[in-house]
């Protein structure tokens, strides 16, 4: 018989905490936008993994789990790839205009008149 920390949704709900914290950490403390969106995506993935573990533990009788919050996941997991795609994208976009990753607002330069092509 398994102790309460070694049965596995126990498991997986404290090592999706733990990610929860480590993402919400990198996504607070650090400047740059590369690492906030990694930041973001390790948020996301521990809320994913506390979420499948709850979708584990809440299965009915001989059942491996519950297969509505299992295709949530799926789905938010295609969400979570496209939209770092698109950051990174826009990441991209940003550094060669400005040759910056991060937005400094001291360091951005005054708008220009509107008549003014570059």
Known sequence: ??????????????CGAG????????????QGLLRRVVGFNILGAGIF???????????????????????????????????TALAIALLGRLFELTGEETLNVASTPTSRPRGDDP
């Open 1 to 14: 018989m398994m102790s309460g920390l070694a049965e596995p949704g126990t498991l997986l709900g404290l």
């Open 19 to 30: 990610l929860v914290g480590i993402g919400l950490f990198i996504g607070i403390t650090h």
């Open 49 to 83: 993994l506390v979420f499948g573990a709850l979708a584990r533990r809440g299965a009915g009788a001989g059942f491996g789990g519950d297969p509505v919050p299992q295709a949530l996941v799926i789905t938010g997991l295609v969400v979570a790839f496209s939209a």
